[in-house]
């Protein structure tokens, strides 16, 4: 991404809203207004993927948690204590913020995790390439997804953390050019990633 110095516009980063109460909505809305050339949330339809998506964990489901773990995730959260930290981090926030946070401060964590798209997925013990690109592990993951785990079984079935499976996930993304989860499964399914496909 050229910078700020080099003469060329850098586009803000790309803010998705995924559960967040009315209010908070709204107090979110006035700090992206405030601070429009860093940040921009993101439109309901987009050709472009969110870069950071933001939630508040106890108003979280299963179904929009999956939605969170396309990219890097701040939670925004009404209970602070460590129980609290802990079950923001397990739904798959890379940050967590009180729901006071000062604006500016929110806006430096939202560019902070929007630089973490880019790095590559963990490394390790991961298996050796398949063709396609995709790693083993990451093939893998993909056709958990076909089957229908949810990022928490996935993490639980491969004994990963949750922000683990969303690195992964980030990067068969973007190796795979899709941007959503039902884009993820019909790749999966034409690649061979799927029983559906047998």
Not at 83 to 104: C, H, I, K, Q
């Amino acid at each position: 991404m050229p910078s700020p110095a080099s003469g060329h516009r850098v586009a803000p980063v790309l803010l998705a809203p995924v559960a967040l109460p009315p209010l908070l909505l709204i107090g979110l809305d006035g700090v992206v207004r405030r601070h429009a050339c860093r940040v921009a949330l993101a439109p309901a339809v987009s050709p472009r993927p969110p870069d950071v998506a933001v939630f508040e964990p106890s108003s979280l489901d299963d179904r929009a948690a999956d939605a969170v773990l396309s990219c890097p995730s701040l939670a925004l959260s009404f209970d602070t204590s460590p129980w609290g930290l802990r079950r923001a981090r397990s739904l798959g926030a890379d940050e967590v913020l009180p729901v006071s946070v000062d604006p500016a401060e929110l806006v430096a964590a939202v560019e902070r995790l929007a630089r973490r798209r880019d790095e590559p997925a963990p490394g390790g013990s991961d298996p050796a390439p398949l063709p396609g690109a995709l790693s083993g592990r990451e093939h893998e993951i993909v056709c958990l997804i076909c089957d229908g785990l949810s990022n928490a079984e996935i993490s639980r079935r491969l004994y990963l953390s949750i922000n683990s499976v969303k690195t992964y996930i980030r990067s068969a993304y973007l190796k795979m050019g899709v941007t959503s989860r039902s884009q993820a499964v019909l790749w999966g399914v034409e690649h061979g990633c799927s029983r559906l496909s047998d």
